[in-house]
């Protein structure tokens, strides 16, 4: 994807406005993108609400530079030229009935009443005209932004019930904006929480990773627990001494990744088994399982990097990883003495810090061992050996082979 640069982006996005107000249709910026601007932020994207129906947003931009993501659903993408990325269009709309705790059953066009309505929060809920530039509010939200609160649109316990992703949403908005729950939303977060179960795995790992990335973090996981949503996503977090030390050390992380700031909530809580379980829980790639399980892993280990052989230090050193292993070990007791002990060492060149091996597989083929399972051990002692300085030369490594084997 090219990257993408916000000026051009926000001149598409008005463009775009101004195509359909004179082609006659009534159009506004909507949702994050006006309460973003509002508060002084660069918006991530743009979206767009419009009286248009899909099939005339399609025949005004065209159809090759237009997306049908979900035409049902009256959403079209409209493609912006290079640097500008693409403007969400999206007829508007009245949701019906949600059966599933998710998506509506149905959708009908609407008024921009309505369709602010059926948005979830009042922030979230606003119509901005960058032509004219004036701010359309049927919700209230434009007090809400100015005092910092995040109330759900209507009845909250009506539309945390429509769809329960909504807890989560309310949660990262509060945290990320510092902003407070209006009452009667918290209180409907609280009674509902258990219903959060019915959300998918993925979704909630979109809102945990957008969570944790963000600076207010440890308000995020504050308020999970608070709100009682940690006990049905995250129950590993409940009822730990660990809890406010924890949060310490996530708000003392800079800019983490994903895979850190998972790490940094668990590392505390739970073994490597236990942070394996709630990546597979979340549905994480292997990659990021990993990298989460080795900073659970080693992070304990790392606490004795200056005593330890350097046969144990040195594959956590060269492992893929390590940044991350220093930063929560430095976010968890800064000024750590390891840490600069492992920096420095990470500052050999990659000759002295990670040589080749004396000997492989193919070496102990040759050397008449038969393949096998000993293999790996056999391998590793070597390896150790040469790391330790004990021996020097293939020669060598083979003879403390045929050591090892007699051993047996
Ligand atoms: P961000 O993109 O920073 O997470 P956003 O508010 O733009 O914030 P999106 O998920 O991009 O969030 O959604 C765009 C808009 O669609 C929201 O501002 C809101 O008006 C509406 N919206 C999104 N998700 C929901 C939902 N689950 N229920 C009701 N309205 C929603
Ligand atoms: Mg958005």
Known sequence: MPTLVAEEQ?????????????????????????????????????????????????????????????????????LGPKGAGQVEVTTFRRDAAYSDGRHPDSVTFGSPKDDASRRDFTINGLFYDPVEDKVIDFVGGQDD????????????????????????RAVRFSATFGFEFEAETLRAVREMAREVAVVSPERIAIEMRRMLVEPGRAKAVRLLVHTSLATFILPELIATEQFEP??????????????????????????TAGARQVCSRWRLSNDETDRVCRLVGHFAVLGDARVMRWSTLQPILVAEGIDDL?????????????????????EQSRDVLDPAPLITGDDLLAHGIPMGPRYRHLLWRARAAQLDEEIQTKDEALALVDQLLQEV
Not at 18 to 40: I, S
Not at 145 to 168: N, S
Not at 331 to 342: D, F, M
Request: charged share 25%; with cysteine.
């Open 10 to 78: 926000r001149d598409f996005a008005v463009e775009t406005i101004r195509k359909l107000r004179e082609a006659g249709f009534e159009a506004y910026w909507a949702g994050g993108c006006v309460r973003d601007r509002l508060l002084g932020n660069t918006p991530k994207d743009y979206d767009v609400a419009t009286n248009a129906t899909p099939p005339q947003i399609r025949r005004l931009f065209g159809h090759r530079r237009t997306l049908a993501v979900g035409a049902a659903f009256g959403v079209i993408n409209v």
């Open 246 to 271: 924890i949060l310490a050390v996530l708000d003392r992380l800079k800019e983490p990744g994903f895979p850190l700031a998972l790490g940094t909530l668990l590392y505390k809580l739970v073994d």
């Open 326 to 346: 220093l930063a929560l070990r430095e976010a968890a007791s800064p000024g750590c003495e390891e840490v600069v002990y492992c920096r420095a060492l990470l």
């Open 145 to 168: 932004l100015r005092q910092g609160v995040i109330r759900a649109i209507g009845p909250p316990r009506e539309r945390f019930a429509e769809d329960k992703l909504r807890m989560l």
